[in-house]
């Protein structure tokens, strides 16, 4: 599912990578955190940017959350705050909560009293939490080494009915294609075969090689 509209409480490394990505790809992005320098440097960037005391229920929702998509909890060390803003989120009616924990037991908690998803990530992380927001082109995304990741994507509109073999992936993105995926995952690919709108790719490509696809799936 694709969102629109975010709200990122603390603006920690984690937090600050996923505002940045969000910022970037240009949707409407709150960012809160009780540090006013780093609210200050958000003010010109963010849609909005607010001060606010992160364990304080009353603060949460004072800032008007209601018709926010998708919230991202990215205090990772403070179970209070983490706890507080999962919660008031779920209650005003935001439609995905993602909770960043710092362990197994935290994130069963966040999980317990609300959190659509639990991740446990650092800045790269969060920078790949952002990019799988955004992008409703790939459907997954899994890193197989650091510089190598599998991502599961349906083709491109200007790719359908075209063969691999025209498409050259390789060459333009330095893409693998490994399997093509209809309900089973079929491991043999023949590259001269037209690809259909409905069957996912699986491929793999050089982290440094995103950017340049993504760039490309939204023009």
Partial sequence: MKYNSFVVFGLGKFGQAVADKLIESGADVMVVDNDADIIDSYSAKATT???????????????????????VVAMG??????????????????????????NERM??????????????????SGIRTARGLISSNFLEYFEVSDDICLIEM??????????????????KYGINVVAIKD???????DPDVPLKAKEALLMLIHKKNLSKLDKDIVL
């Fill in 154 to 171: 349906l083709p491109k509109e200007k790719w359908v009915g075209k063969s691999l073999k025209e498409l050259n992936l390789r060459k």
């Fill in 77 to 102: 060390m403070s179970l209070e705050a983490s706890i507080m803003c999962t919660m008031i989120s779920k209650e005003y009616g935001v439609k995905w909560v993602v909770a960043k924990s710092s």
């Fill in 107 to 124: 994130g069963s908690v966040l999980s317990k009293i609300g959190a659509d998803e639990v991740i446990y990530p650092e800045e790269e």
């Fill in 183 to 189: 309900g089973v995952v079929n491991e043999y690919v």
């Fill in 49 to 71: 940017a607010i001060e606010a005391d992160l364990t304080d229920p009353a603060a949460i929702k004072a800032l008007g959350i209601s018709n926010i998509d998708c919230a």
